[in-house]
């Protein structure tokens, strides 16, 4: 099963303590390039989620949001700041003796003072925070992959069509070449008939210089080749993994094939096949960068 390089995966877990949300999105990129995005206090967790996803995704940029909502005060505690409370009250004792004022400090009063009580987010468990952290994270990851497989199937039923179009091309190229050589002989014959009018022409010759000709427009090894790379890429679209790189050399190999039959062409007919063979394959190749 091939898979598209663009998806996306969404998943969302809410307890009565907090609420997770799970997105992902990914385009087309030559390897696998993660990005997330998370609150602080899950960033500890981003070697974890990395390594989770990296089980599911081989290549494209992906992006992961992660949002993060708690529900309970039960992790937040009030401290009370002992030894800055005491300071403060030295020094307004220190105050009201210096100045001779009344010392009317009450506890409503020194309480009020910066840092005397604090609010403190305590630490979460680890194993838990994670075990529901996780749940999501797989769901998402799961979706994610669904997609890019229901897009994978469309692009396989695309380059398949694509490639009968390409084989039919090249066996228009094998129909052509040898209706060219003998075009070429006719020719030929036709010339030297005019040329040596009543004189004996040397028929051995005049099939030396069609073989040499032949063998100079001879694309038999491009066509054969072309036809296995056909076969070949069919193949591949029936693998799993490593598709997108492997289709991608394919491809190339394919083109370089249809630049030596268009070279080797002194037909018109056979050049325009190879050009739209050229056309054809630089389609394919646009499509294999969709593939993961």
């Known amino acids: 099963m091939i898979k598209s390089m663009t998806g996306f995966g969404r998943a969302e877990v809410i307890t009565s303590e907090r609420k997770i949300t799970v997105e992902l999105k990914s385009v087309n990129h030559r390897y696998l390039d993660l990005n997330i995005k998370m609150p602080k206090k899950l960033s500890f967790f981003e070697g974890a989620i990395r390594n989770l996803m990296k089980t599911y995704i081989q290549r494209g940029k992906v992006d992961m949001f992660i949002t993060y909502e708690d529900y309970t005060l039960s992790r937040v505690a009030l401290k009370y700041n002992r030894e800055l409370a005491s300071e403060y009250l030295g020094y307004l004792k220190e105050m009201a003796e210096e100045f001779a004022l009344e010392n009317d400090v009450r506890v409503s009063v020194l309480s009020r003072y910066p840092e005397v009580f604090t609010m403190e987010e305590q630490s979460e468990d680890e194993e838990e925070l994670w075990g529901c952290l996780e749940g999501p994270l797989r769901e998402a990851c799961e979706k994610f992959v669904s997609t890019r497989a229901q897009e994978g199937e469309h692009l396989k039923t695309d380059l398949l069509e694509k490639l009968d179009g390409?084989?039919?091309?090249?066996?228009?190229?094998?129909?052509?070449?040898?209706?060219?050589?003998?075009?070429?002989?006719?020719?030929?014959?036709?010339?030297?008939?005019?040329?040596?009018?009543?004189s004996q022409?040397?028929?051995?010759?005049?099939?030396?210089?069609?073989?040499?000709?032949?063998?100079?427009?001879?694309?038999?090894?491009e066509t054969v080749r072309l036809h296995s790379h056909i076969r070949a890429m069919r193949d591949i679209l029936n693998e799993s993994e490593g598709v997108g790189r492997k289709l991608d050399f394919m491809a190339q190999e394919m083109n370089r094939e249809a630049n030596t039959i268009l070279s080797k062409s002194n037909d018109l007919a056979i050049s325009n096949i190879a050009i739209d063979l050229k056309t054809e394959i630089e389609k394919i190749r646009e499509q294999i960068q969709n593939i993961e």
């Open 166 to 198: 390409l084989d039919a091309k090249v066996s228009q190229v094998e129909t052509r070449s040898p209706e060219v050589v003998n075009a070429y002989r006719e020719k030929l014959e036709t010339k030297v008939h005019e040329l040596l009018a009543d």
């Open 201 to 221: 022409i040397d028929d051995a010759r005049i099939a030396a210089e069609v073989v040499l000709f032949a063998d100079k427009i001879c694309n038999d090894e």
